[in-house]
């Protein structure tokens, strides 16, 4: 699957981004695929920020994200969503979407998406 990130931009401390995550897939459709953002902030590792399941029943959030961050999906679309509220100067990193063909819960992703630059000014 191929997958292109958006949304991303500067903005200021309170604000709010939503960032989007299209898939092209091939061989398995959308919905066999569990979706996940993840960030690396400058000088940091890549961290885990937000997953949901393929059929968008389950979810699963770092404890920086809980609260503040709302990921979804549209199959039909093919795309996926991170809704970022109360955005925070320390939010400020290159965000990736990622698609992963294992079961619920396994932390390998196979397929990343060239990330989308988020910035929050204080």
């Known amino acids: 699957v191929q997958l292109q990130a958006s949304g991303g931009g500067l903005v200021q401390a309170g604000g709010s981004l939503r960032l989007s995550c299209a898939g092209a897939?091939?061989?398995?459709?959308?919905?066999?695929?569990?979706m996940g953002w993840f960030r690396q902030a400058p000088g940091k590792e890549r961290e885990f920020v937000a997953a949901?399941?393929?059929?968008?029943?389950?979810?699963d959030y770092a404890h920086s994200a809980k609260g503040r961050f709302t990921i979804s999906r549209d199959n039909a679309k093919n795309t996926v969503y991170l809704q970022m509220n109360s955005l925070k100067p320390e939010d400020t990193a290159v965000y990736y979407c990622?698609?992963?063909?294992?079961?619920?819960?396994?932390?390998?992703?196979?397929?990343w998406g060239q990330g989308t630059l988020v910035t929050v000014s204080s």
């Open positions: 949901m399941s393929g059929g968008g029943g389950s979810t």
């Open positions: 897939t091939s061989k398995r459709t959308f919905t066999t695929y569990n």
């Open positions: 990622a698609a992963s063909g294992a079961m619920w819960g396994a932390k390998n992703y196979d397929y």
